[in-house]
Each structure stands twice: as structure tokens, then as C-alpha cells.
């Protein structure tokens, strides 16, 4: 089994909206993983959409066919910035008459700023190529990404282990691993976990920057489905 560190460093402010409080709307501190799939290039989806409904346990299913899970993203170093934006329609004739359909939209966007960064690991059976550059969010944010293999060992015993390397989707987990103590982060389509204590059956380990990293072995893409949509 092959990690992959990788590092994005966004040279446009990334927007997407996690959380909505009155008239601002904030972009959270984590990449989802399903996000990074198609951000990277390794899940593709159709450009018409007859219904606009996500089709991500689809699209997704390729990588657990290739043996490639990629986890969400954490901030390495990452800052805000906050953007006020007015939107209304454009029209080539109105009525003269009194009206409130033409009532533009307007907030505040909480954004990452430029120069953020952020890490996230690609575990593949087999080796991969990364794009240099990527795009991301509702403003397609460019990014560099950065990647560097590191060695893993299997680790066939049970025991418990704290993942702090990266944040984890917890319903990616196999169902022998069990979730002991984590920190929750809100967000859509699923919420996220760090620094996550487990105990399971089985562990990849390795070294990043020094430090031991602990990935629980069957990590995949396990997205329910029902009707298209994501539970």
C-alpha cells in the first residue's frame, strides 16, 4: 500500500458555504473527501444533469474499484478573508409597474485567503499521478498540490490508535474499527472527525515529518445511497 502526502496551497480565495448565519456565509476549515475526488480528477461526473441530484456513491464507486481512498483535507496553515457581494437579476425589459421580484441577493462570504494551505493523504494499491494544479469551490479556486510517497508497514494487531495526520470520514471506517473519542466537525455532504482515538483490527504506520502516523487498514469510499442522495 502507497501514501500519498499531498499539500494544496490555493492561489485564489476558496469559497464554499458550510455554515449559514443570517446574511453570512462561512466557509469551513476542512476539505471533504469526496470534494478532493473529483477536485483531483479521479471521479468524474456528467455535464447535464437532468435532475440536480449528486450521484457520488457512482461516480466514487471507481476508486474503491482501483483500491485508491483519498481522506479529507486539514488546515496547515490557513487564514480568512470576508467579501461583501450584491447579485440581482439582469433583464432587457421590465414592466413600469411596482415589484418585488427583482430583489437582489446580497451578503457577506467568509473565504480561505490566499496562501492557505492544506494536507491530506491518497492511500492507492497501486502508483498514481497528480495533477500539478487543481481547482476547487464554488469559484473553482486554483491550487498547487504537492506530493510526497511515504513508506507504510501493515500492523495485523488489534489496538488502539490516535489519528491525527488527517481528518477522517467516519463512514469510511470498516465496520470492525471502532470510534472511541474524537472531535466533530459539521459539515455537508457528511461530517468529519480529528484526532479520532480507534480501536481496530488492523493499521497502516508510517512517518511524516518525523512524527508516527497511524491510518486504520480498510479505509473506502462507503457512501449510502437512496434515490441519488447522500445520507
Excluded at 488492523?202 to 502516523?213: F, I, V
Aim: net charge negative; charged share 15%; aromatic share 10%.
Amino acid at each position: 500500500m502507497r501514501l500519498y502526502h499531498c499539500t494544496l496551497t490555493f492561489h485564489d480565495s476558496l469559497f464554499y458555504e458550510t455554515r449559514t448565519m443570517g446574511r453570512l456565509y462561512e466557509t469551513g476549515r476542512l476539505l471533504h473527501n469526496i470534494a478532493l475526488c473529483y477536485a483531483l480528477g479521479f471521479a468524474q461526473t456528467s455535464y447535464y444533469h437532468a435532475l440536480d441530484v449528486p450521484q457520488y456513491a457512482e461516480e466514487i464507486a471507481v476508486l474503491n474499484e482501483a483500491g485508491v481512498y483519498v481522506t479529507p483535507a486539514g488546515g496547515v496553515d490557513i487564514h480568512y478573508v470576508v467579501n461583501t457581494f450584491k447579485l440581482g437579476d439582469e433583464r432587457s425589459a421590465v414592466l413600469m409597474e411596482r415589484s418585488n421580484a427583482n430583489i437582489p441577493t446580497y451578503g457577506r462570504a467568509k473565504e480561505i485567503g490566499i496562501g492557505s494551505r492544506f494536507a491530506f493523504g491518497v492511500l492507492s494499491e497501486n502508483p498514481l499521478l497528480f495533477p500539478t494544479w487543481i481547482r476547487m469551490g464554488i469559484w473553482l479556486s486554483k491550487a498547487r498540490l504537492e506530493t510526497t510517497e511515504i513508506a507504510l508497514t501493515y500492523v495485523s494487531e488489534s489496538s488502539e490508535q490516535v489519528v491525527s495526520a488527517y481528518p477522517l470520514n467516519p463512514t469510511d471506517l470498516p465496520d470492525t474499527a471502532d470510534l472511541r473519542l474524537f472531535d466533530l466537525v459539521s459539515m455537508r455532504p457528511s461530517s468529519l472527525v480529528e484526532n479520532a482515538l480507534i480501536a481496530a483490527d488492523g493499521w497502516w504506520h508510517g512517518t511524516l515529518a518525523g512524527t508516527p502516523l497511524w491510518l486504520p487498514t480498510g479505509l473506502t469510499h462507503r457512501i449510502a445511497a437512496l434515490g441519488g442522495r447522500v445520507l
